[in-house]
Each structure stands twice: as structure tokens, then as C-alpha cells.
T-cell receptor
């Protein structure tokens, strides 16, 4: 298995632009998680899905952030409009049945200028 | 609310030393605990997963222990090598809000 695949690896955008991050989970995994990592706050859970259904989005910082999982093999995290304080590394992770280990993607490093 | 603390925040040791990284959590009602390694600018690599019913897990030179009642886990690294230099993250799964991470221990192994 290729693991959890995220794209793009790096994204530089101007303030106010829309940004879309993509994730392909491991085949057969039924949980998908989006995390954000910053120096100040460490790793924070943004949202997670179970069987493509959002279960907990209380970590989404504000309405500018939205996430979708249209099918079991694809998820997106969208920021519109983007702001400099959104600059961080965004990780996607997947798991089977949640109580087993998580597998993380390589992350997307987002820079908003 | 689950809180995870890792001590020390940073550690520098000479090559060959055995070392222990500590992780503590406030809510003992956990399903499992996972140790990750993160190299600079990279993603998280899973090292060991301990289920709540287990006391320890071993993989090569790594051994992780879990004491749920006291809210503690340790990661033991035997005969450390420069290639072990990385940030080590402890994460707890309580089933309610997915994994809660500690802030990590940054390890530097000097050749």
C-alpha cells in the first residue's frame, strides 16, 4: 500500500485566495482525520470522518475552513479566504476502526503571504 | 479534557546511551497510546502502538510501556544512534476526539 497520500506537498498562496488540500487515505480504512501543526500549538485535530461522514468538526477554527469526503478514497480541506495565520503544516491521517494505529501522510506545508 | 505532557522537551545524549522519554496523560480512560517519530520537515512515522490492555510493546531497540492507572507511558531507546535524532511524539486515543498529542521530545544523539 502506498500509505496516506497528500497533495500538494507545498503550497504558497496570497492572502484572500482559496486553498484546497487533498488526501487519499489507505484503502479499507474507515476513519480519516485532518490535523494542523504549528510551532506554537503543536498538532491540533481539525475534523474527522467515519465512513465518509463528518463526526467531529469542533476543531475547525472558523467558517473559512471546510472539509469534505465525497467517497472513501478522497477528502479535501478547503480554506476560503486564506489568511497568513493559516500558515502551518496540514496532515491527513487514516485508521481502521479508530482504535488501531493511525497512519499519517507526509503533510502539506501551507504558506499564506 | 485529555491533556498529554511530554518530558523532557529536549534531550541531547552521546551515541550509545540508553534513554527514556516520558509521557503523561490526565484521563486514564484511554483505548490506546501511540508513539510517533517526526523528522524535521517530514510527516509522522508510527513507532509503537500500545492497547489499553497491554503493559508494553517492543520493536527492535525500542520499548514502550504503559501504566494506565497512573497516566504514564515511557519510550525506552537502547544503544542510541545519531539516526535516532528526531522529535518523538506521544498520542493518546480516548475515542472521543481522536488522538490527543503531546508537544514532543526533541532528541539529539551526538556521534
Amino acid at each position: 500500500d502506498a500509505g496516506v497520500i497528500q497533495s500538494p506537498r507545498h503550497e504558497v498562496t496570497e492572502m484572500g485566495q482559496e486553498v484546497t488540500l487533498r488526501c487519499k487515505p489507505i484503502s479499507g480504512h474507515d476513519y480519516l482525520f485532518w490535523y494542523r501543526q504549528t510551532m506554537m500549538r503543536g498538532l491540533e485535530l481539525l475534523i474527522y470522518f467515519n465512513n465518509n461522514v463528518p463526526i467531529d468538526d469542533s476543531g475547525m477554527p472558523e467558517d473559512r475552513f471546510s472539509a469534505k469526503m465525497p467517497n472513501a478514497s478522497f477528502s479535501t480541506l478547503k480554506i476560503q479566504p486564506s489568511e497568513p495565520r493559516d500558515s502551518a503544516v496540514y496532515f491527513c491521517a487514516s485508521s481502521f476502526v479508530s482504535f488501531y494505529g493511525y497512519t499519517f501522510g507526509s503533510g502539506t506545508r501551507l504558506t499564506v503571504v | 479534557k485529555q491533556e498529554v505532557t511530554q518530558i523532557p522537551a529536549a534531550l541531547s545524549v552521546p551515541e550509545g546511551e540508553n534513554l527514556v522519554l516520558n509521557c503523561s496523560f490526565t484521563d486514564s480512560a484511554i483505548y490506546n497510546l501511540q508513539w510517533f517519530r517526526q523528522d524535521p520537515g517530514k510527516g509522522l512515522t508510527s513507532l509503537l502502538l500500545i492497547q489499553s490492555s497491554q503493559r508494553e510493546q517492543t520493536s527492535g531497540r525500542l520499548n514502550a510501556s504503559l501504566d494506565k492507572s497512573s497516566g504514564r507511558s515511557t519510550l525506552y531507546i537502547a544503544a542510541s544512534q545519531p539516526g535516532d535524532s528526531a522529535t518523538y511524539l506521544c498520542a493518546v486515543n480516548t475515542g472521543r476526539r481522536a488522538l490527543t498529542f503531546g508537544s514532543g521530545t526533541r532528541l539529539q544523539v551526538q556521534p
